[in-house]
């Protein structure tokens, strides 16, 4: 299967570079771009990609918004494309903003190209991007603005879980890999992959990037704590 690209970002020299990399692969196609949040909408519904690679800063319709919006027609059960934003890091506090938006994740404007090829492969796959280094530095980041945990009572959502997937949320939330947390709970990845899909149903997430958000908005995880 030919995975369907929407390029979005108003430095048309970026775009070509992306381009070019991405052409180059025998499963990957771009099918457009667009300069703005605006214009990435109107593609968006237009040429129905698999993945949109949403650069944050852009006049108008800024990433954030563009992002929002894709995420909110999924209600209408059109075909809904995954946001996989680009971003920088002088851009930590936008990218909280940007996955709570409804991204399924986000690179490095400078991500080499095999990474970005397979970051482009995963989304598309239905999963998640979460770069346990980068990922934990920003999120780690906002939730050092919440109130001490003392002062924080358990979200309602929470209770649903058992036990074992209140654990599973916590490993998630650290960047762990599915491999990695049935190592660490000494159990199949099978059974992982169980208990990972049992917190997003439970919890009416879309993907791993929304419960890691969810773990550090809700106080689970706070920066500092053992992984």
Not at 3 to 8: D, T
Not at 13 to 39: C, K, M, N, Q, Y
Request: glycine share 6%; net charge negative.
């Amino acid at each position: 299967m030919t995975i369907r690209v929407l390029l979005v970002d108003d430095q048309p020299l970026l775009r070509t570079g992306f381009r070019l990399i991405l052409e180059a692969e025998p499963d990957v196609t771009v099918v457009g771009e667009a300069g703005d949040g605006t214009s990435a909408l109107e593609q968006s519904r237009a040429l129905l990609p698999d993945v949109v690679l949403m650069d944050i800063r852009m006049p108008g319709v800024d990433g954030i918004e563009a992002t929002r919006r894709i995420a909110r027609e999924a209600a209408s059960g059109t075909h809904v494309p995954r946001v996989l934003v680009l971003t920088t890091f002088d851009l930590d506090e936008y990218i909280v903003e940007a996955l709570r938006a409804g991204a399924s994740g986000f690179l490095l404007k400078d991500v080499p190209p095999d990474d970005l090829v397979q970051a482009i492969r995963v989304v598309a796959s239905g999963d998640a991007i979460v770069a346990p280094s980068v990922t934990r530095r920003l999120l780690d980041k906002f939730a050092s603005r919440l109130p001490p945990a003392h002062e924080r009572s358990t979200p309602p959502q929470l209770e649903r879980l058992t036990e074992r997937e209140l654990e599973v949320l916590r490993l998630i939330a650290r960047g762990m890999s599915n491999a990695e947390i049935a190592a660490k709970l000494v159990v199949s990845e099978t059974t992982v992959k169980t208990h990972v899909g049992n917190v997003l149903t439970k919890l009416s997430l879309r993907d791993r990037v929304q419960a890691v958000v969810l773990a550090y908005e809700t106080g689970l995880v706070t920066p500092g704590t053992a992984s």
